[in-house]
């Protein structure tokens, strides 16, 4: 009897009875599992690690499926493919939702690993589950700590008083980059500064590699990440000038950079930041109390306030002047908040008639504007509008008359070297990274303080610090970390002198976590090193890394800055973490951004539940490109699965025998099955998966065409064009495409079966069908040589008897060729 007796074979494709059967099969077999020691080559498919905040949402299953596409593509092709998963589970939200329950954060974080990682399995995501890792376990936040004292030891990570970004309602600090429009990117709240002492890594020592290598990523990265990079890093090319200030009947020279030194003859004020300890330095005595009424104010705002060019202009002359180092002349020096203290030395020469901050500001307080390039636009002292253009240079001692900028700015800093009051410099947008916390769910910062020592690193040998079992009220915020307050946990030891000493209270961002996971990957149960260097130069770079856009700035570039340094210490042999990136859109509904106050929330778990995971995946797949957004309330998980069904009653149709000749099938529909096979490989490596999804449904339409007419399901072709379905089908409906595989006659799993292989000659058409329109109406398909001429295709055409009986004798105007593929008459 047959292996596809129809008597045996099942007539309704049940989902979920589908899914109960293979998924603890798959589950046994571990299919997945990356053996470091294989021979085969080697990929490294890596998705950004999802936060446990709840179960999967809509935002999960749509990365994830992209990224199956991919993984389990490279399986196919032959590759030892490693495709871990892990969580990134420190963080705020698990403790604002323990402050709430009156329990310990863990309790939250963990309970929701556990119904994700349920989820995943589900979902049939092809995860090496062997390699998982969550990091907020001590033995990988050990490794965190070790990394971060490796970090100081050179000099990267280090301590200083400065104006922070404060979260009123976190309770905490907030890097630049967390900051989005004036507000906290976790809970919304107005962001303020406030004066701590904090733990900085020292990104910007990188700045310049961190740049040039963006040249080397961007033909594999998309063009907006890059971009994103290129500006946040921020480089530009100037000049450092010394002003002479007099203050207290002495001078203080004070440095400001600008990337228009040429203008210096146009400066006609200066400008410090009012939060900056400069501004308190240079201020006299008279003018002291309105000064530090203003920086109360200043402290409330913003950085994005602050900089905003719509924003009316405030500040506090502080009865000091300085010498401008071009001309000699004394001007006023004011303090203001549109300038940031941790930008270059916080202190600017305003330059009005050229710089609209600095024009509006002008006006506001009564100073002097002096334009010094014509650029033939009106004077700004009389507009209002700064002219910020080229144009010959005016009012400027020995550049007047120059029209070029380059020479312009090159003589003044020729002026000011010979002087000595001024060089060439670089300067970068980008600042040292603010890693402290004051918050419990994080990594403790392994340092101790003591009053005789200083800042003590904790001994290797006494990682990691663990945290204290706090919870409930012992976590709420209060402006310090709640650490502070364990004291069993917060007074040990020196571990040089003995003395009384004291933990650091803080906690690390939890961006250092998920700065180095993807290394931890590659050897996740070594308990004697963070990362076995030798398995991370065998796996890494990252073949692909797939997440969302939101990332650009934050995430990325924080793992490129770690990876440079670990290269700098020998621990990797590599400078670039990821060799290529992917980003998805997000999953919206009825054009909006899924929400509960909206009432468009699109619940995962219930679409699974009446679709089933195939459905879902292939809908999210076959969406549209990868980047695009997705409405759910435009697609059609019913329409996918109901494709699902014919494509799986395909396999229930096949009569022929697995070990059947496939060479002796059908010509034309091998042709299909191998053209599909061909194409399939370039549109995965360009990440068209949308258009794979319609060329799997073209094949599945073909191959139910040569059965009903006249192929029969027993003809050998009809076996390989099913098979065939069943392999392309398992990157993306996995249930499906192993059911259909069993019922083909094959042991699992289809997932491992290997790529089909293309048969070349079949790729050659005999033939091609050249369409025919009269008017723009289709009026007759010709079978015809691919190299066909557009003479003998127009002959061919207007032979036709269908054409000539649509033309009905009248003139033909026009006759347009397309070979070998369309030909268009127009009469008339």
Same mark, same amino acid.
């Given at each position: 009897?047959?292996?596809?007796?129809?008597?045996?074979?099942?007539?309704?494709?049940?989902?979920?009875?589908?899914?109960?059967?293979?998924?603890?099969?798959?589950?046994?077999?571990?299919?997945?599992?990356?053996?470091?020691?294989?021979?085969?080559?080697?990929?490294?498919?890596?998705?950004?690690?999802?936060?446990?905040?709840?179960?999967?949402?809509?935002?999960?299953?749509?990365?994830?499926?992209?990224?199956?596409?991919?993984?389990?593509?490279?399986?196919?092709?032959?590759?030892?493919?490693?495709?871990?998963?892990?969580?990134?589970?420190?963080?705020?939200?698990?403790?604002?939702?323990?402050?709430?329950?009156?329990?310990?954060?863990?309790?939250?974080?963990?309970?929701?690993?556990?119904?994700?990682?349920?989820?995943?399995?589900?979902?049939?995501?092809?995860?090496?589950?062997?390699?998982?890792?969550?990091?907020?376990?001590?033995?990988?936040?050990?490794?965190?700590?070790?990394?971060?004292?490796?970090?100081?030891?050179?000099?990267?990570?280090?301590?200083?008083?400065?104006?922070?970004?404060?979260?009123?309602?976190?309770?905490?600090?907030?890097?630049?980059?967390?900051?989005?429009?004036?507000?906290?990117?976790?809970?919304?709240?107005?962001?303020?500064?406030?004066?701590?002492?904090?733990?900085?890594?020292?990104?910007?020592?990188?700045?310049?590699?961190?740049?040039?290598?963006?040249?080397?990523?961007?033909?594999?990265?998309?063009?907006?990440?890059?971009?994103?990079? *290129?500006?946040?890093?921020?480089?530009? @090319?100037?000049?450092?000038?010394?002003?002479? =200030? %007099? /203050?207290? &009947?002495? !001078?203080?020279?004070?440095?400001?950079?600008?990337?228009?030194?040429?203008?210096?003859?146009?400066?006609?004020?200066?400008?410090?930041?009012?939060?900056?300890?400069?501004?308190?330095?240079?201020?006299?005595?008279?003018?002291?109390?309105?000064?530090?009424?203003?920086?109360?104010?200043?402290?409330?705002?913003?950085?994005?306030?602050?900089?905003?060019?719509?924003?009316?202009?405030?500040?506090?002359?502080?009865?000091?002047?300085?010498?401008?180092?071009?001309?000699?002349?004394?001007?006023?020096?004011?303090?203001?908040?549109?300038?940031?203290?941790?930008?270059?030395?916080?202190?600017?020469?305003?330059?009005?008639?050229?710089?609209?901050?600095?024009?509006?500001?002008?006006?506001?307080?009564?100073?002097?504007? *002096?334009?010094?390039?014509?650029?033939? @636009?009106?004077?700004?002292?009389?507009?209002? =509008? %700064? /002219?910020? &253009?080229? !144009?010959?240079?005016?009012?400027?001692?020995?550049?007047?008359?120059?029209?070029?900028?380059?020479?312009?700015?090159?003589?003044?800093?020729?002026?000011?070297?010979?002087?000595?009051?001024?060089?060439?410099?670089?300067?970068?947008?980008?600042?040292?990274?603010?890693?402290?916390?004051?918050?419990?769910?994080?990594?403790?910062?392994?340092?101790?303080?003591?009053?005789?020592?200083?800042?003590?690193?904790?001994?290797?040998?006494?990682?990691?610090?663990?945290?204290?079992?706090?919870?409930?009220?012992?976590?709420?915020?209060?402006?310090?970390?709640?650490?502070?307050?364990?004291?069993?946990?917060?007074?040990?030891?020196?571990?040089?002198?003995?003395?009384?000493?004291?933990?650091?209270?803080?906690?690390?961002?939890?961006?250092?976590?998920?700065?180095?996971?993807?290394?931890?990957?590659?050897?996740?149960?070594?308990?004697?090193?963070?990362?076995?260097?030798?398995?991370?130069?065998?796996?890494?770079?990252?073949?692909?890394?797939?997440?969302?856009?939101?990332?650009?700035?934050?995430?990325?570039?924080?793992?490129?800055?770690?990876?440079?340094?670990?290269?700098?210490?020998?621990?990797?042999?590599?400078?670039?973490?990821?060799?290529?990136?992917?980003?998805?859109?997000?999953?919206?509904?009825?054009?909006?951004?899924?929400?509960?106050?909206?009432?468009?929330?699109?619940?995962?778990?219930?679409?699974?539940?009446?679709?089933?995971?195939?459905?879902?995946?292939?809908?999210?797949?076959?969406?549209?490109?990868?980047?695009?957004?997705?409405?759910?309330?435009?697609?059609?998980?019913?329409?996918?699965?109901?494709?699902?069904?014919?494509?799986?009653?395909?396999?229930?149709?096949?009569?022929?025998?697995?070990?059947?000749?496939?060479?002796?099938?059908?010509?034309?529909?091998?042709?299909?099955?191998?053209?599909?096979?061909?194409?399939?490989?370039?549109?995965?490596?360009?990440?068209?998966?949308?258009?794979?999804?319609?060329?799997?449904?073209?094949?599945?339409?073909?191959?139910?065409?040569?059965?009903?007419?006249?192929?029969?399901?027993?003809?050998?072709?009809?076996?390989?064009?099913?098979?065939?379905?069943?392999?392309?089908?398992?990157?993306?409906?996995?249930?499906?495409?192993?059911?259909?595989?069993?019922?083909?006659?094959?042991?699992?799993?289809?997932?491992?079966?290997?790529?089909?292989?293309?048969?070349?000659?079949?790729?050659?058409?005999?033939?091609?069908?050249?369409?025919?329109?009269?008017?723009?109406?289709?009026?007759?398909?010709?079978?015809?040589?691919?190299?066909?001429?557009?003479?003998?295709?127009?002959?061919?055409?207007?032979?036709?008897?269908?054409?000539?009986?649509?033309?009905?004798?009248?003139?033909?105007?026009?006759?347009?060729?397309?070979?070998?593929?369309?030909?268009?008459?127009?009469?008339?």
């Amino acid at each position: 009897m047959s292996v596809h007796d129809s008597e045996a074979a099942p007539e309704h494709y049940d989902v979920a009875a589908v899914e109960t059967k293979w998924l603890p099969v798959w589950e046994q077999l571990d299919q997945f599992r990356a053996e470091d020691s294989s021979p085969r080559e080697k990929r490294y498919a890596l998705t950004m690690f999802p936060y446990p905040s709840g179960d999967l949402h809509m935002g999960h299953a749509e990365v994830t499926a992209l990224h199956d596409v991919i993984a389990r593509y490279w399986w196919l092709r032959g590759y030892e493919v490693m495709n871990p998963i892990g969580w990134d589970s420190f963080g705020l939200p698990a403790e604002n939702a323990a402050i709430r329950n009156d329990e310990h954060p863990a309790t939250y974080t963990y309970a929701n690993i556990a119904t994700q990682a349920e989820s995943f399995r589900r979902y049939a995501v092809s995860f090496d589950w062997s390699r998982r890792l969550q990091t907020s376990d001590p033995d990988y936040y050990r490794w965190t700590q070790w990394l971060f004292l490796k970090f100081r030891e050179r000099g990267l990570a280090y301590r200083k008083d400065s104006p922070v970004n404060w979260c009123p309602n976190d309770q905490t600090v907030l890097a630049n980059e967390q900051v989005v429009d004036g507000r906290c990117e976790r809970c919304g709240a107005e962001v303020t500064k406030r004066e701590l002492n904090q733990w900085y890594f020292k990104i910007t020592e990188y700045a310049q590699e961190l740049l040039d290598d963006l040249d080397v990523l961007a033909p594999t990265w998309p063009d907006r990440v890059v971009t994103a990079q *290129r500006n946040w890093i921020g480089r530009s @090319e100037g000049a450092h000038v010394t002003f002479q =200030v %007099a /203050t207290g &009947g002495a !001078g203080r020279a004070v440095e400001v950079y600008t990337t228009r030194p040429d203008t210096l003859y146009g400066a006609t004020f200066m400008v410090i930041a009012a939060d900056a300890a400069l501004a308190s330095e240079l201020v006299s005595d008279e003018q002291r109390p309105a000064l530090e009424a203003y920086q109360a104010q200043v402290r409330k705002a913003s950085d994005i306030d602050r900089l905003s060019t719509d924003r009316a202009k405030t500040g506090v002359d502080l009865g000091v002047t300085a010498t401008n180092p071009v001309n000699g002349e004394q001007v006023p020096v004011w303090a203001s908040d549109y300038v940031l203290a941790d930008y270059g030395t916080g202190a600017i020469m305003a330059v009005p008639a050229h710089d609209q901050r600095d024009l509006d500001f002008a006006r506001q307080m009564g100073l002097p504007v *002096r334009r010094v390039v014509d650029t033939g @636009e009106p004077n700004p002292e009389e507009t209002g =509008v %700064a /002219t910020t &253009g080229d !144009g010959s240079y005016v009012n400027s001692g020995p550049l007047d008359g120059l029209t070029d900028k380059a020479t312009g700015v090159r003589r003044t800093i020729d002026l000011l070297e010979a002087d000595g009051t001024g060089s060439g410099a670089v300067n970068f947008r980008l600042r040292d990274w603010l890693l402290s916390r004051q918050r419990y769910w994080g990594a403790p910062i392994p340092v101790i303080h003591c009053a005789s020592c200083g800042e003590v690193p904790v001994p290797e040998d006494q990682l990691p610090v663990v945290l204290p079992e706090l919870k409930g009220a012992d976590l709420k915020p209060k402006g310090v970390s709640p650490l502070a307050a364990a004291e069993d946990w917060v007074n040990v030891d020196c571990p040089q002198c003995g003395g009384p000493a004291k933990r650091d209270s803080d906690t690390m961002d939890t961006f250092v976590d998920s700065s180095w996971y993807f290394l931890r990957y590659c050897s996740p149960g070594d308990d004697t090193r963070a990362f076995d260097t030798d398995q991370v130069n065998a796996w890494m770079p990252a073949d692909i890394y797939v997440g969302g856009v939101e990332h650009a700035v934050l995430h990325l570039l924080y793992a490129r800055f770690f990876t440079k340094v670990l290269a700098d210490m020998g621990l990797v042999g590599f400078r670039e973490p990821f060799a290529a990136q992917l980003n998805q859109g997000f999953v919206i509904n009825r054009g909006k951004k899924m929400s509960k106050s909206l009432g468009n929330g699109v619940n995962l778990g219930e679409q699974l539940a009446e679709f089933g995971v195939d459905a879902v995946r292939l809908t999210l797949v076959f969406a549209g490109p990868p980047e695009d957004d997705i409405d759910w309330a435009e697609m059609s998980p019913s329409g996918s699965l109901r494709f699902l069904q014919r494509a799986w009653r395909l396999s229930g149709d096949v009569t022929s025998e697995p070990t059947v000749d496939r060479t002796a099938g059908d010509v034309t529909l091998r042709r299909a099955t191998h053209r599909t096979v061909h194409e399939a490989g370039q549109l995965i490596e360009s990440h068209r998966f949308n258009v794979l999804v319609a060329r799997i449904m073209e094949l599945v339409n073909a191959t139910r065409k040569a059965i009903d007419s006249g192929c029969g399901p027993a003809d050998p072709a009809v076996r390989e064009a099913a098979e065939t379905v069943a392999i392309l089908l398992s990157l993306v409906a996995p249930y499906t495409a192993e059911e259909m595989w069993e019922r083909l006659g094959h042991q699992p799993t289809v997932a491992r079966s290997g790529w089909p292989e293309v048969d070349e000659a079949l790729l050659i058409e005999d033939s091609v069908t050249a369409v025919v329109q009269v008017q723009g109406k289709v009026r007759a398909r010709l079978e015809v040589a691919p190299d066909i001429s557009e003479v003998d295709l127009e002959a061919a055409a207007m032979a036709d008897e269908a054409v000539q009986r649509a033309i009905d004798g009248k003139s033909v105007r026009k006759v347009i060729v397309r070979a070998p593929k369309l030909v268009n008459v127009v009469v008339g």
